[in-house]
């Protein structure tokens, strides 16, 4: 049997927050508020967009959430994508799980379209045997029901599986399919949050990540 990961996206393999940020007062200021350029929504990011910006509208008791995110997507789908940056050695943590003969599959609550774009403009598409995100009907948004998807579509076993991420909710994720969650702790995430959330393991660095990977999947 193959050995698979999962990989989340913002967070785990890019610091997504310049153009995240940029698309959320975009978002803000089509609805017509005027947010504070200094805007820290770090804490924010990594559950589906929805509840981004849902929180984010709260402080101007407003509750255009689906306006809300068509003008975030027209922003982010325009240049808010441009925004992202893969952390030192993610590259070379991918070039080496391939290498490796590891499957590897990105499982993200962004959209699968904005996901492909990233990922082709940082030249990674190639590490990827599948591309997994949103999809605008609002049935992947979650990371359960995203990685029921990927083991169903891909004939994956989950005991033979790793989902990688920075958030509780790539942990929950894992846990609700039957999966182990491996926590990154360079990205949006605390080492408490991931540890609350039963994290099997932590990983320090980007440098650490295809080694910690690799030892996780060869215990089973």
Avoid at 70 to 98: C, N
Avoid at 165 to 190: E, K, N, P, T
Wanted: aromatic content about 6%; proline content about 5%; some cysteine.
């Amino acid at each position: 049997m193959n050995h698979t990961v999962l990989l989340d996206l913002d967070g785990t393999l890019i610091d997504s927050y310049p153009g995240i940020l940029a698309s959320c007062l975009a978002a803000l200021r089509a609805l017509g508020h005027e947010p504070d350029e200094g805007l820290d929504i770090r804490r924010f990011i990594g559950p589906p967009l929805d509840e981004i910006l849902q929180a984010l509208l709260q402080s101007y008791g407003d509750d255009r959430v689906d306006d809300a995110v068509t003008a975030y997507r027209q922003h982010y789908g325009d240049s808010g994508y441009l925004g992202s940056v893969p952390y030192p050695g993610i590259g070379e943590a991918l070039e080496e799980m391939k290498r490796a003969g590891l499957s590897i599959y990105l499982a993200t609550s962004k959209r699968a379209v904005f996901a492909n774009s990233i990922l082709d403009h940082l030249k990674f598409s190639t590490y990827f045997d599948g591309i997994h995100g949103s999809v605008p009907s609002g049935e992947l948004d979650h990371k359960p029901e995203l990685l029921a998807h990927i083991l169903a579509k891909h004939d994956l076993s989950p005991s033979h599986c790793l989902m990688v991420g920075d958030r509780r909710h790539d942990i929950a994720g894992a846990q609700a399919v039957g999966m182990r969650g491996l926590g990154v702790l360079w990205g949006y995430g605390s080492r408490e949050e991931l540890e609350t959330a039963g994290a099997d393991q932590l990983v320090e660095s980007p440098v650490d990540l295809a080694r910690t990977v690799f030892a996780m999947l060869n215990e089973r």
